[in-house]
Protein backbone atom coordinates (compact mmCIF):
# COMPACT_ATOMS: atom_id res chain seq x y z
CA UNK A 1 0.00 0.00 0.00
CA UNK A 2 2.87 2.30 0.69
CA UNK A 3 5.10 1.42 -2.60
CA UNK A 4 2.78 3.93 -4.78
CA UNK A 5 3.64 6.70 -2.53
CA UNK A 6 7.07 6.94 -2.65
CA UNK A 7 6.40 7.75 -5.76
CA UNK A 8 3.13 10.13 -6.77
CA UNK A 9 3.54 11.78 -4.23
CA UNK A 10 6.90 13.92 -5.48
CA UNK A 11 5.31 13.59 -8.73
CA UNK A 12 1.85 15.59 -7.54
CA UNK A 13 4.46 17.83 -5.72
CA UNK A 14 5.93 18.48 -9.01
CA UNK A 15 2.92 18.84 -10.71
CA UNK A 16 1.63 21.35 -8.33
CA UNK A 17 4.80 23.16 -7.80
CA UNK A 18 5.76 24.24 -11.00
CA UNK A 19 3.50 25.76 -12.10
CA UNK A 20 2.52 28.05 -8.84
CA UNK A 21 6.14 28.89 -9.16
CA UNK A 22 6.43 29.94 -12.78
CA UNK A 23 2.63 32.50 -11.54
CA UNK A 24 5.12 33.73 -8.84
CA UNK A 25 8.19 34.34 -10.63
CA UNK A 26 5.79 36.41 -13.33
CA UNK A 27 4.05 38.40 -10.81
CA UNK A 28 7.32 39.10 -8.86
CA UNK A 29 8.88 40.15 -11.75
CA UNK A 30 6.24 42.47 -13.19
CA UNK A 31 5.82 44.05 -9.69
CA UNK A 32 9.01 44.76 -9.41
CA UNK A 33 10.11 45.87 -12.49
CA UNK A 34 7.70 48.41 -12.14
CA UNK A 35 8.80 49.93 -9.28
CA UNK A 36 12.39 50.29 -11.06
CA UNK A 37 11.69 51.63 -14.53
CA UNK A 38 11.71 54.89 -13.73
CA UNK A 39 9.23 56.39 -15.08
CA UNK A 40 6.78 53.57 -14.90
CA UNK A 41 5.74 53.75 -18.15
CA UNK A 42 7.79 50.90 -20.17
CA UNK A 43 8.44 48.26 -17.41
CA UNK A 44 8.86 45.34 -19.14
CA UNK A 45 9.28 46.28 -22.76
CA UNK A 46 10.26 43.57 -24.87
CA UNK A 47 10.93 45.84 -28.15
CA UNK A 48 13.99 47.63 -26.99
CA UNK A 49 14.77 49.53 -30.14
CA UNK A 50 12.82 52.66 -29.15
CA UNK A 51 9.98 53.97 -30.93
CA UNK A 52 11.49 54.75 -34.86
CA UNK A 53 10.41 51.27 -36.54
CA UNK A 54 12.81 51.19 -39.28
CA UNK A 55 13.16 55.33 -40.16
CA UNK A 56 16.44 57.21 -40.04
CA UNK A 57 15.84 60.48 -39.49
CA UNK A 58 19.38 62.05 -40.24
CA UNK A 59 19.82 61.85 -44.27
CA UNK A 60 23.64 62.27 -43.16
CA UNK A 61 23.58 59.07 -41.56
CA UNK A 62 21.69 57.56 -44.60
CA UNK A 63 24.39 58.54 -46.87
CA UNK A 64 27.31 57.21 -44.66
CA UNK A 65 25.75 54.14 -44.37
CA UNK A 66 24.99 53.69 -47.98
CA UNK A 67 28.57 54.40 -48.42
CA UNK A 68 29.72 51.36 -45.86
CA UNK A 69 27.69 48.89 -47.61
CA UNK A 70 29.01 50.11 -50.89
CA UNK A 71 32.64 50.03 -49.46
CA UNK A 72 31.68 45.96 -48.43
CA UNK A 73 29.86 45.45 -51.63
CA UNK A 74 33.08 46.23 -53.54
CA UNK A 75 35.47 43.68 -52.19
CA UNK A 76 32.61 40.98 -52.03
CA UNK A 77 31.75 41.04 -55.34
CA UNK A 78 35.31 41.47 -56.72
CA UNK A 79 35.82 38.17 -54.69
CA UNK A 80 32.79 36.31 -56.20
CA UNK A 81 34.44 37.02 -59.49
CA UNK A 82 37.72 35.76 -59.06
CA UNK A 83 36.30 32.70 -57.51
CA UNK A 84 34.20 32.00 -60.58
CA UNK A 85 37.40 33.03 -62.69
CA UNK A 86 38.98 30.02 -60.96
CA UNK A 87 36.22 27.56 -61.12
CA UNK A 88 35.90 28.22 -65.04
CA UNK A 89 39.75 28.17 -65.39
CA UNK A 90 39.99 24.79 -63.73
CA UNK A 91 39.76 22.12 -65.78
CA UNK A 92 37.11 19.17 -65.52
CA UNK A 93 38.40 16.12 -63.04
CA UNK A 94 37.90 12.51 -64.94
CA UNK A 95 35.79 10.38 -63.20
Given amino acids: MM ?3 FMAVPFV ?5 CPLMMV ?4 GGW ?9 GSH ?10 H ?3 EDEGMQAEMRARR ?4 RPIARGEAA ?8 EPQPD
Avoid: N, Y
Fill in 83 to 90: ADEALADR
Fill in 43 to 52: GMMMCHGGHH
Fill in 13 to 17: LMVLL
Fill in 24 to 27: GMIA
Fill in 3 to 5: DWS
Fill in 31 to 39: LFARGRSGS
Fill in 70 to 73: DGID
Fill in 54 to 56: GRV
